[in-house]
């Protein structure tokens, strides 16, 4: 009905989501709707969704917080746009003899056990886009005739954010050992006009010391490497770059290790069991497909 689009449909009773301090919260009611377009060759792409909170979130195991004002009960449209473009400074790029291996009995078909992982390179790249969002409805109090929840959701936003990644990958994924070694660094700028309004107050000493969480960059760094054959051993870690509380440098926010076993018939399945010492939780996860 419509080439080059998703169209994502979730409804959940309750519905489980995450905050960046890596809390738990529970939405009674959530629905939403999405339609997105692909990524072009020309690195524009774009999005635009409905979504539904229904009931009051509550916190899950009895952390003290405010509550994420979205979400807060109330319907939310939503639409952004992005540009991406990235530039290799080096790639091998996959050749079907790199796939075949000579053995006693002839040349034997060897894919990589995951084709997102198949091609050597170190590249840089870079994301740059804006949205705009209108709440209705929503806007009542609480059971003790409290709305202050509420009031802290503005009704229209607009804004900009971006995000620049630089990439290396050692090694086609193809042999035993020692055939993986890849590194993601990524920042990530989700509100750039509350970036700037942190940046602008950061020579006053009587700034507010309430600051939106969003207002800090992030930093997301990914390690992998090959252990034996398909498994692969990963780290995934996300820092806040606050400098707030005069404490200088990153702060962790989460941290989490996995090890990774790629299904070579799914061509980039793999079954990952991951566990994060900073939320005290693991999972063992099937992913049918994966980039």
Not at 8 to 37: K, M, Q
Not at 113 to 139: N, R, V
Not at 180 to 197: F, M, Q
Request: hydrophobic share 35%.
């Amino acid at each position: 009905m419509l080439p080059f689009h998703d169209i994502t449909l979730e409804a959940a009773w309750p519905e489980l989501f995450i905050n960046h301090e890596g809390r738990y919260w529970e939405v009674p009611e959530s629905i939403s709707l999405d339609l997105s377009s692909l990524v072009s060759e020309s690195g524009l792409r774009y999005r635009f969704g409905i979504h539904k909170n229904g009931g009051d979130p509550q916190p899950v195991n009895a952390i003290n917080g405010e509550t994420p004002s979205a979400l807060m009960p109330g319907l939310c449209a939503k639409a952004a746009f992005s540009y991406e473009k990235s530039r290799d400074f080096w790639r091998q790029r996959e050749k079907r003899k790199d796939s075949i291996v000579m053995t006693e009995q002839g040349p034997l078909w060897r894919p990589s056990y995951d084709i997102a992982l198949s091609e050597p390179h170190a590249a840089i790249s870079g994301i740059i886009g804006g949205f705009c969002e209108a709440w209705f409805g929503g806007l009542r109090g609480h059971n003790d005739g409290s709305s202050a929840d509420a009031k802290r959701r503005n009704p229209f936003g607009a804004d900009l954010f971006a995000s620049a990644c630089c990439t290396f990958q050692h090694g086609r994924f193809t042999k035993r050992y020692g055939d993986l070694t890849r590194v993601d660094a990524r920042l990530n700028i989700c509100l750039a006009s509350a970036l700037a309004k942190r940046v602008s107050n950061l020579s006053s000493s009587s700034a507010n010391g309430e600051n939106d969480p969003l207002s800090s960059p992030r930093l997301n760094l990914v390690f992998q490497q090959q252990v034996a054959g398909p498994i692969v051993f990963r780290v995934d870690s996300k820092f806040l770059l606050d400098s707030s509380g005069g404490i200088g440098g990153p702060h962790l926010e989460d941290f989490t290790y996995s090890l990774n076993y790629s299904l070579r018939l799914l061509q980039s399945g793999k079954v990952v069991a991951w566990y994060s010492p900073k939320r005290k939780e693991g999972m063992v996860e099937l992913r049918l497909f994966e980039f």
